[in-house]
């Protein structure tokens, strides 16, 4: 094992080349990032406005975030460690008639090959997957060019967080397969705030994605960051 793939959870990528298959049906496992996407992809726009910027989504799976980027006109890399994830992307893209870079790469190793080259850079529910998300977040650093926008999203570790994610959306709705998150690797926003500052990145926003069990809906909440949350940073000029 080379330095760059310690940070890689095999069971991890395991669990979503198994679902890869399903990543575009909008009424499967994956329905939750379908259902979100309008909200993150708006977030990202309003804040770093995408249109003729690079744009790298590190764990991008099969490019759902990729692909709202590119139709709003960024120029789209993805990464992702899953093989089955990046060929999904590779097919739904044709189908799209949208053009993106997929590679199968590391956040880390890229970083080493492609420092300061990205706009924007996106890192979305994935942080929570892997061994070390701290690493990450400094390659984030690393990948953006000065003055560039950084995006993360992930989920907050408490009780409710818990109860949404795991009871209910795993064992109760049965929404995702049991064991598609752990709890212990939820982020609290003040964990990953720290890393951001220690990577040298100033916060910008952190935003909550609310559930409405009537609308059966997500919107944004700036006041609500107890379960999913987007967090914009910026690389330091
Ligand atoms: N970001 C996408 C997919 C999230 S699912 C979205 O929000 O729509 C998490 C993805 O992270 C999976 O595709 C998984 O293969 C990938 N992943 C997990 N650990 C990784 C790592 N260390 N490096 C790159 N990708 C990883």
């Known amino acids: 094992m080379t330095a760059h793939t310690e940070n890689v959870d095999p069971n991890e990528i395991a669990k979503f080349e198994r679902m890869a298959n399903r990543w575009w049906d909008t009424e499967g496992e994956f329905k939750p ?106 390659s984030c650093a690393k990948l953006a060019k000065p003055g560039g926008d950084i995006f993360f999203s992930t989920i907050n570790r408490n009780p409710k967080s818990y109860a949404m994610t795991i009871l209910g959306a795993e064992y109760l709705l049965k929404l995702l397969p049991k064991g598609t998150h752990e709890y212990k690797n939820f982020i609290r926003p003040s964990e990953l705030s720290m890393w951001l500052r220690n990577a040298g990145l100033e916060i910008m926003d952190i935003s909550g994605i609310s559930y409405n069990p009537l ?23």
Do not use: W
């Open 33 to 138: 990032l379908h259902d979100i996407n309008p909200i993150r992809s708006n977030y990202i726009d309003q804040r770093a406005s995408v249109a003729d910027k690079s744009l790298l989504d590190i764990g991008c799976g099969g490019g759902i975030l990729c692909e709202a980027m590119a139709q709003r006109g960024a120029l789209v890399s993805g990464i992702d460690m899953g093989k089955a994830p990046l060929e999904i992307a590779n097919l739904h893209k044709l189908e799209s008639g949208l053009e993106i870079d997929y590679q199968q790469s590391t956040a880390e190793e890229l970083a080493e090959k492609k420092a300061s080259a990205f706009d924007i850079v996106t890192c979305l529910e994935m942080l929570e997957h892997v061994p070390n998300p701290q690493a990450i977040v400094e």
């Open 215 to 237: 609308s059966r809906s997500f919107y944004l909440n700036p006041n609500d960051v107890d379960v999913n949350y987007l967090v914009h940073a910026k690389a330091n000029c």
